[in-house]
């Protein structure tokens, strides 16, 4: 049976460096390309190759280089990065994923993985458990980048019958990475300052909720949609992903239970209107009916992990 050869675009991002790592341990090391446009030297501990994602020459050789059979395209600009940059973020996110379209369309790639995220939905979608078929207006560039891509790859899948695979994913919690221009990155730096004894200053209102979702289920959504068999992938567009809505006077509550003087001061900005577009809940029965996916983390449980394993991370970075 063939080995499937992985390359990774955006490998150092929030969610492609857990990915890759996931990748390769599922996959064996050798068998994951991570490329992105900046260098690395740890090239995470397996193949690297430094690749800007506009450049389809560049990106075909590399396919053609290492006889590449699955595609991850994580390269893109993120939602309130990208409001400072509006046609910079168009033409990363789109041009990058139709480079990434045409190579596997011409090498014949057995499957792509393209993320999308809550951003396609806005203040005209259902905010309480926002439907997987709904009204799609984002408000920003990202959220319009992903939309779209949303509907090309369901017609290179439609046209061309490749296997293309996505998930919306809400906002990510992660000790692994640091936070990458979301705006729900609040949630990830609100622990770096608990747990480095510093107050925090929160730029959403303390009663904004928003879905979120642990690294750990991220990545095994991701890993267990992109291994089910084809016939039970019945959403060509993207599937709805939950895991839990919290705001952040409820988070901030949660950590205090372990940093009882740890403070928090609200002060929105306009990351807030970007917020007010997008879900509270998300309806992800359709990913649960197709391929058994269900959450393993809740905020208590989250909480948990994540202040244990950035004690550790900090007091690592302090010895050394």
């Excluded at 480079?99 to 806005?122: G, T």
């Excluded at 293309?164 to 990510?172: A, F, N, V």
């Excluded at 068999?229 to 901030?252: C, D, K, W």
Aim: contains cysteine; hydrophobic residues 40%.
């Amino acid at each position: 049976m063939r080995k499937d050869i992985i390359l990774v675009t955006g490998a150092l991002g929030q969610i492609g460096s857990v990915l890759v790592q996931a990748l390769r341990a599922a996959h064996g090391a050798s068998q994951v390309i991570a490329t992105d446009l900046r260098a690395t030297d740890s090239a995470l501990d397996g193949p690297f190759e430094q690749l800007d994602i506009l450049d389809a020459q560049r990106l075909h050789d590399l396919v053609k280089k290492y006889h590449v059979t699955q595609i991850y395209h994580l390269a893109a600009i993120l939602s309130a990065a990208g409001e400072g940059k509006p046609r910079r973020t168009w033409q990363v996110n789109m041009d990058g994923l139709f480079n990434s379209l045409e190579v596997a369309r011409e090498a014949q790639i057995d499957k792509i993985f393209f993320p999308s995220s809550i951003a396609v939905f806005s203040h005209l979608t259902p905010s309480r458990q926002t439907p997987q078929y709904t009204v799609l207006h984002p408000t920003t560039v990202y959220g319009i980048s992903k939309a779209a891509g949303e509907d090309w790859i369901q017609y290179y899948h439609q046209r061309y019958g490749m296997d293309i695979r996505s998930l919306r994913y809400p906002g990510i919690i992660s000790h692994q990475s640091d936070p990458g221009g979301g705006t729900t990155d609040y949630a990830v730096d609100i622990f770096h300052y608990a747990v480095r004894d510093i107050n925090y200053k929160c730029f959403l209102k303390a009663d904004t909720a928003l879905p979120m979702l642990y690294m750990p289920d991220a990545i095994r959504a991701t890993l267990q949609l992109m291994e089910a068999p084809t016939e039970q992938i019945r959403v060509r567009t993207s599937y709805n992903l939950h895991g839990m809505t919290f705001t952040p006077a409820e988070i901030y509550a949660e950590i205090k239970r372990h940093f009882p003087n740890f403070r928090i001061d609200y002060q929105p900005d306009f990351r807030q209107d970007i917020a007010e577009t997008w879900p509270a809940s998300i309806d992800d029965s359709y990913a649960r009916r197709d391929w058994n996916w269900s959450p393993a983390y809740n905020l208590e449980s989250m909480t948990q992990d994540m202040i244990i394993n950035l004690k550790k991370k900090y007091l690592t970075l302090s010895e050394s």
